[in-house]
């Protein structure tokens, strides 16, 4: 049972590279999410998955765009790599009872 | 607007003394609470939820609905203890998407 993960762990783009960074649960979950890390502002929603063929935009969508595979997967992709870009995202699942999203171990992403 | 603040970016104090996380949130409607913790090294992991009333490794957080407030607190902190701290809200009931509102995060740094 690994949880959440994600590919890849590290990824260095060149401002307006695309690339999609790729997430997987095995705990049967319904519902996703693709939060970014920012240095004093937190993790921030970009988008999230209630449940398998949905999808919604978060705090943060712009720059975005998420799919929903299936109900195990959920990718993040960026169409066209901005600076701005650059930060730490983690993938979630959430557990309906106990309400808790298990997160995944991060992509760390450098825009030049 | 919905809100949390973590006033401090940094909380350093020595190995036995107490501690306390402070947390503001602001919210229409009656929230869930939790606070996630991220050791080094380690993917963010919840630690404890208003509505469990439970204390985790020594760590307890009590609701104040009056000053909005969800302050994380330990009696005597541990050098293991060291991590970021985040607060988090989400809404409750029917239609509960699961979202969550990050605060800032504070990092608790416990001195030998």
């Known amino acids: 049972n690994a949880g959440v993960t994600q590919t890849p762990k590290f990824q260095v783009l060149k401002t307006g590279q695309s690339m999609t960074l790729q997430c997987a649960q095995d705990m049967n979950h319904n519902s996703m999410y693709w939060y970014r890390q920012d240095p004093g502002m937190g993790l921030r929603l970009i988008y999230y998955?209630?449940?398998?063929?949905?999808?919604d935009k978060g705090e943060v969508p712009n720059g975005y765009n998420v799919s929903r595979l299936n109900k195990r997967e959920f990718s993040l992709r960026l169409e066209s790599a901005a600076p701005s870009q650059t930060s730490v995202y983690f993938c979630?699942?959430?557990?309906?009872?106990?309400?808790?999203?298990?997160f995944g171990p991060g992509t760390r992403l450098t825009v030049l | 607007a919905q809100r949390v603040t973590q006033p401090e970016k940094l909380l350093s104090v020595f190995k036995g003394a107490p501690v306390e996380l402070k947390c503001n949130y602001s919210?229409?409607?009656?929230?869930?609470l939790f606070w996630y913790v991220q050791y080094s090294r380690q993917r963010l992991q919840l630690l404890l939820r208003?509505?469990s009333r439970e204390s985790i490794k020594g760590f307890t957080a009590d609701l104040n609905k009056g000053e909005t407030s969800f302050h994380l607190k330990k009696p005597f902190a541990q050098e293991e203890d060291s991590a970021m701290y985040y607060c988090a809200l989400s809404g409750r009931g029917s239609g509960n998407t699961g979202k969550l509102i990050f605060g800032q995060g504070t990092t608790l740094q416990v001195k030998p």
């Open positions: 979630a699942s959430k557990s309906p009872v106990p309400d808790t999203q298990y």
């Open positions: 919210y229409s409607g009656s929230p869930e």
């Open positions: 208003h509505i």
């Open positions: 998955s209630a449940s398998e063929g949905t999808t």
